[in-house]
């Protein structure tokens, strides 16, 4: 019988939450990243590092598990189905902050990639962008349970500087991924970068565009233009696999450690980009770590 349950194939939402959870670790193994939790250390950050970031991934397993099966059974976006993401959203929470002992891992990872695990479960086979569009559709939708945080600090600097966060970065289609991850991602593949150099790309690419609201709220206007032109730079010199490009990277990496400042926006949106890229690769797949 144990043999029997062995052999079992994974049911669609557990494909999806392996891919959810490959794509967090993924992302936090990516070196070197400017300002975040790599390989090499924990960047800007006092309270976080690999190990924690690794036992915080796995911990969201049943989350995205059952937020995919719970669209599987409703099969639409609906208010309900909304509505029940929120409480499994809510709970995948509480989960990671027992892991953590109370520590934000992946706040804005489990709102993303929640949202796209329930959404790809939808549009089985679609494009990434059709799977994006569905996870705004559900996004839009009001959850009346949700606790509003008017302190949260993304909802602060929201507030301050008059940008849009994490919440409008979903109901408009994770538009940092679709017009900017992920075309990045193929692009610098395409020109022969190695998988690492272009995840670095794709980080990048984000980081580029992104109102993140980790760096709003650690290193206020100035962090955030220091950190979107030097993503830029970066990418314009050549992107991660050329020299010169290499040299604005370590540049980048000392500015934002300087200002205290961590992407940690850009790197959840990173993983959403490597999770849409796996379901629906329309690129060389990658071929290995180099
Ligand atoms: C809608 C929610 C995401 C809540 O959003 P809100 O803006 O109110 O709350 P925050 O607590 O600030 O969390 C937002 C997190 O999203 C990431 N993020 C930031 N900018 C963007 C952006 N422009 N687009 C997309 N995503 C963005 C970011 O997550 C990462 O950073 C976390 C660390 O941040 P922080 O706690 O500020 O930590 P530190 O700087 O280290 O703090 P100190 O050391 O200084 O104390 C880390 O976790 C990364 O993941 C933001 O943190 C959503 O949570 C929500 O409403 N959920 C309810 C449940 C639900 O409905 N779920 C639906 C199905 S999933
Ligand atoms: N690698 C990382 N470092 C810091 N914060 C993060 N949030 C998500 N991934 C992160």
């Known amino acids: 019988m144990s043999a029997l349950i062995a052999r079992q194939a994974p049911s669609a939402a557990e494909r999806l939450a392996d891919l959810a959870v490959q794509a967090l670790v993924d992302e936090a193994d990516l070196s070197p990243k400017p300002g975040l939790v790599d390989r090499r250390g924990s960047g800007a950050h006092q309270d976080l590092h690999l190990g924690l970031m690794?036992?915080?991934?796995?911990?969201?397993?049943?989350?995205f598990a059952a937020m995919a099966d719970a669209a599987r059974s409703e099969g639409r976006v609906s208010q309900?189905?909304?509505?029940?993401?929120?409480?499994?959203?809510?709970?995948?929470?509480?989960?990671m902050l027992r892991v953590t002992a109370g520590v934000n891992t992946h706040r804005g990872a489990i709102w993303a990639l929640g949202l796209l695990s329930a959404a790809a479960m939808?549009?089985?086979?679609?494009?990434?962008?059709e799977i994006a569009a569905s996870a705004a559709a559900l996004a839009r939708l009001d959850d009346p349970a949700a606790p509003h945080n008017p302190d949260s600090h993304g909802a602060r600097v929201c507030r301050r500087y008059g940008v849009l966060g994490a919440r409008e970065q979903a109901q408009h289609g994770f538009p940092a991924v679709i017009e900017h991850g992920v075309p990045?991602?193929?692009a610098s593949r395409r020109?022969?970068?190695?998988?690492?150099?272009?995840?670095?790309?794709?980080?990048?690419?984000?980081?580029?565009?992104?109102t993140d609201t980790c760096v709003l709220h650690r290193a206020g206007l100035e962090g955030l233009t220091r950190m979107q032109a030097g993503a830029r730079a970066v990418l314009e010199a050549g992107g991660a696999a050329s020299l010169a490009g290499r040299?604005?990277?370590?540049?980048?990496?000392?500015?934002?450690?300087a200002l205290n400042a961590s992407p940690g926006g850009a790197a959840d949106l990173l993983a959403a980009t490597l999770f849409l890229d796996r379901l629906a690769p329309h690129a060389p797949a990658p071929t290995g770590s180099n």
Do not use: F, K
């Not at 690794?54 to 989350?63: E, F, G, N, T």
């Not at 020109?191 to 992104?210: H, P, V, Y």
């Open 80 to 95: 309900a189905l909304r509505e029940t993401l929120g409480q499994l959203g809510r709970d995948g929470e509480a989960e």
């Open 247 to 257: 040299r604005q990277l370590r540049l980048l990496d000392r500015d934002m450690l």
């Open 122 to 129: 939808l549009e089985s086979g679609a494009s990434a962008g």
């Open 191 to 210: 020109a022969g970068a190695g998988e690492q150099n272009a995840r670095l790309d794709a980080l990048l690419a984000i980081m580029s565009s992104l």
């Open 184 to 186: 990045q991602l193929h």
């Open 54 to 63: 690794h036992a915080s991934a796995q911990s969201l397993w049943p989350a």
